[in-house]
């Protein structure tokens, strides 16, 4: 996790560190997979995690070294729409004072840019929303602080992460191939 000359932690070595690990420990790669989908997806955490690039590199570990896809996708899918769950919850319960709470207060525009794009595409927002960086995290917590009818979210909500976790797992599926 820290880099060796520097003694510093970067995300470079962040992320070899996971990928070895999984490399080497292949039965801890879904449980693993399944808390960074959380992490990449839930409010706060999704903007310090660099989860996405970690999830494309086992996506390149499964295509290397055939690591079994269904269990590690499941995991994908399940801790999306866990972290989006929990996202939409805390914006439901807290409502706009969450916006005050670190890191969303060092990201004053997160919000407003979130609750603009769920003005305009609503339940289908919340599906789109998955696939645009800040915004995967955001919308949830905006859907829960604009009083979104849970089981509209909970639909779009499933549907999007199992979409999510073919495509953040498919790129480094098929480079791997390529490279066979």
């Known amino acids: 996790m820290f880099a060796a000359d520097s003694g510093d932690c970067t995300i470079s070595s962040f992320v070899d560190m996971v990928l070895a690990f999984v490399r080497e420990h292949e039965a801890w790669a879904a449980p693993i997979v399944l808390v960074l989908a959380f992490g990449e997806s839930l409010a706060f955490i999704s903007l310090l995690l660099p989860a996405t690039v970690i999830l494309f590199g086992v996506g390149g570990l499964i295509g290397a070294s055939g690591i079994g896809f269904w269990e590690i996708w499941a995991a994908a899918a399940i801790g999306a729409a866990l972290g ?3 996202s939409y919850w805390l914006g439901l319960h807290f409502s706009h004072d969450i916006a005050r709470l670190w890191p ?3 990201h004053p525009t997160l919000l407003p840019r979130g609750e603009r794009f769920f003005q305009r595409w609503g ?9 645009f960086g800040p915004l995967r995290a955001a919308l949830p917590l905006v859907a829960g602080i604009c009083a979104m009818p849970a089981i509209p979210f909970q639909i779009a909500n499933v549907a999007s992460a199992l979409v999510w976790a073919t495509g953040i797992l498919a790129p480094g599926i098929v480079l791997a191939g390529w490279m066979k």
């Not at 339940?123 to 696939?131: D, K, Q, S, V």
């Open 84 to 86: 989006d769950w929990l």
């Open 104 to 106: 969303l207060s060092r």
């Open 123 to 131: 339940t289908l927002g919340i599906f789109l929303g998955r696939f």
